[in-house]
């Protein structure tokens, strides 16, 4: 594993280093100054979504893209290839028509996977800095117990999937909650079923794990105090074993959430008698924290990783934190770069993620800085008035994207805030 992982460092470091010195040798004609840098350091995180069918998957990620592919509430905003853009704003645009009270957009077969491919990108001045990306893969859960699915191969694919995440969002479908709740015996059955195959392929990995309850607009009925509301939400989950079970074994070094979330906010929709969800005409669509779980996928694989390390390792990046951060942006890359190899360093990137993941791990490094700063409000050196063009150009991207993580943090911390029963676990 150390002869793999100092591989991938290696190569990490050699492709950063080597663009970022090639920049700047560039004065005439190619990139500008630090271009190809900039480019260099956008690393790929890797989202896994598993949820059975009607749980509210393709609502949520259309609602999800709708909130975030504008600055509008911070400062980064996503972008997609323009065939997904086309599907996702369609899939919105449909759920939110309500002069057809039932039609809604359709969920995911069986045996469908979807794959969409997220810029996480932010402006400043004329220039749009592509700070990361977001690779997010949805699967119908029901894949996880179909035995003809079982000799296709695809469940092998799976695993390898949920193996190499930095983040799992399992769906749970609050209709469900609200038809046990109701008294109908079916609901508790899939509430149950859902769970019991959920959990035990989410109990091995080694990534924050998010459960995101769905159609949360139709529970306001179980208390005024939205807080309460959730955590008799969480109670009625810790009813089931393999629930209990994930929260209570990964409660010290892992980062476990409960998400409610509305695709389409209060007083949108509305069970009728025969207990469908029925859109009430003339509403306007007010989606509520759908934005928070791609938000948190950064922040929270960064304080999972440091909760793993013993206290000497963390004391020695804090050491390098401090001063890693007043150092000259170009300075600070190479600086990122070595820690690589020290032990410290080492262990770090092993705790963001499988050895693929440290192919760029003197980015992570610096984001992780840039992101544990942020926590203790420390501040950055800034480039002083003798800078060249390539010092300052990368000093710009740094700044856009410690913005972007400051904003992707401020999205969980708002939720937790609010709803305290959202942290399961890893306080």
Not at 46 to 64: D, E, N
Not at 147 to 175: C, N, P
């Amino acid at each position: 594993m150390d002869i793999l992982l100092g591989i991938f460092l290696t190569a990490g470091i050699v492709a950063t280093l080597t663009a970022y010195l090639g920049s700047r040798r560039r004065r005439n004609g190619g990139s500008p100054p630090g271009e190809a840098g900039i480019r260099a350091a956008v690393p790929i995180f890797r989202v896994v979504a598993l949820g059975l069918p009607g749980s509210g998957k393709t609502l949520l990620l259309a609602s999800m893209f709708n909130e975030l592919q504008t600055p509008s509430r911070q400062s980064y905003y996503l972008s997609a290839a323009e065939g997904d853009v086309a599907r996702l704003t369609g899939w919105f645009a449909q759920m939110a028509d309500t002069t057809r009270a039932d039609q809604w957009p359709r969920g995911t077969f069986t045996s469908e996977t979807r794959h969409f491919s997220f810029g996480v990108k932010a402006r400043a001045g004329d220039t749009v800095h592509e700070v990361l990306r977001l690779d997010l893969l949805e699967y119908a859960g029901e894949l996880l117990t179909d035995a003809a699915e079982a000799e296709s191969g695809r469940h092998t694919e799976l695993f390898d999937q949920v193996r190499s995440a930095h983040a799992l969002l399992g769906i749970i479908d609050g209709g469900r909650i609200r038809q046990h709740l109701d008294g109908d015996p079916q609901g508790w059955t899939e509430l149950h079923r859902t769970l019991n195959i959920l959990v035990p392929h989410l109990i091995g990995a080694s990534c924050p794990v998010s459960f995101v309850v769905t159609k949360w607009d139709l529970l306001s009925h179980l208390h005024e105090d939205e807080n309460t509301r959730l955590a008799l939400v969480r109670d009625l989950l810790m009813s089931n074993e393999h629930f209990r079970t994930l929260v209570r074994l990964h409660s010290d070094r892992r980062v476990v959430r409960l998400i409610p979330v509305s695709a389409v906010g209060p007083g949108f929709a509305s069970v009728d008698t025969s207990g469908h969800v029925v859109k009430i005409r003339s509403a306007q669509a007010r989606p509520a924290y759908v934005d928070v779980p791609l938000s948190a996928v950064v922040p929270d694989l960064f304080d999972q990783a440091e909760m793993g390390l013993d206290a000497t390792l963390r004391a020695a990046l804090d050491e390098e934190a401090r001063r890693h951060l007043w150092r000259a942006p170009l300075e600070r890359l190479r600086s990122a770069a070595m820690l690589t190899f020290q032990t410290s360093g080492r262990a770090l990137l092993y705790a963001l993620g499988p050895p693929p993941a440290a192919v760029a791990g003197d980015v992570l490094m610096g984001m992780f800085f840039e992101s544990r700063a942020l926590t203790a409000g420390q501040e950055q050196a800034i480039p002083g008035p003798h800078a060249g063009e390539a010092e300052r150009r990368v000093d710009e991207f740094v700044h856009v994207r410690r913005q972007v993580l400051q904003d992707m943090r401020a999205k969980p911390a708002m939720l937790e805030g609010r709803l305290p029963s959202s942290r399961l676990s890893g306080s």
